[in-house]
């Protein structure tokens, strides 16, 4: 489960702790990369753990997954199985296998990017990612516009089937503010510095947000329906 920058920020600021330390990785191998210095730089994943070695590489399975992607390129997360932390592979799962594991590199199925200083950020899940008109929109980066609104108790994008652009971005919000309006919605996005393709087609107004036990968005009951509707429910943009 990522964090979003907005989150980082707020702990940072209202915990003041001694060290905050973020950690990114698996049960399949538990330790990808760290960072102690979210500080600097809020989200961010760091550099790869102690005998791990970690890059970024096209999604494409047709493409060659030795050839890494060039900084500040969104792409798959690839993460070393020669490290002594890894799995040797699932259970009776050799569908499994041939989706995660090539070669010598253990496909995360998270989408990420790597800044100029060599470090890592995670920006979303390749099935989640949203290809609107042709562009690539992350909801990580679009719930984390909204939340940083006091008017957004919570959030969750996903891309819903759209005849001209494919797909289309849909924000579910739980409002903190029973009179929230899209407009104030899309306002915040604007703000946020978030470009205007990337900002959602529509916004729905939830109760609240589906979550797993642990916390974990569960974006397939939003694209499914399974919510509760907040008063006014749907609003459209």
């Known amino acids: 489960m990522n964090m979003t920058p907005s989150l980082i920020e707020r702990c940072l600021a209202e915990l003041d702790p001694e060290l905050f330390v973020n950690y990114y990785g698996s049960s399949e191998i538990y330790t990808f990369s760290y960072c102690d210095h979210l500080d600097r730089k809020p989200g961010c994943a760091g550099r790869a753990g102690m005998n791990q070695i970690i890059r970024v590489v096209s999604p494409d399975r047709g493409d060659d997954i030795e050839m890494d992607l ?48 060599g470090e890592l950020y995670v920006v979303g899940r390749v099935d989640d990612m949203i290809i609107s008109a042709g562009e690539n929109i992350y909801p990580e980066e679009v719930e984390d516009a909204l939340s940083r609104s006091g008017l957004v108790a919570g959030c969750a994008v996903v891309g819903m089937p759209d005849e001209r652009l494919g797909s289309k971005v849909v924000a579910f919000v739980e409002p903190a503010d029973c009179a929230l309006t899209c407009d104030q919605l899309d306002e915040v996005c604007l703000r946020g510095g978030l470009a205007r393709f990337k900002r959602p087609r529509e916004y729905v107004l939830v109760k609240s947000i589906p979550r797993s036990a642990s916390g974990k968005l569960l974006r397939r009951k939003l694209r499914d329906g399974e919510y509760e509707r907040h008063d006014d429910g749907r609003q459209a943009t």
């Open 70 to 117: 060039p900084a500040g390129t969104p792409g798959e997360i690839v993460a070393s199985m020669n490290s002594p932390e890894a799995f040797a592979g699932y259970w009776k799962r050799p569908d499994a296998d041939a989706k995660a594991i090539a070669g010598r590199w253990y496909r995360t199925g998270d989408l990420g990017r790597l800044d100029e200083d």
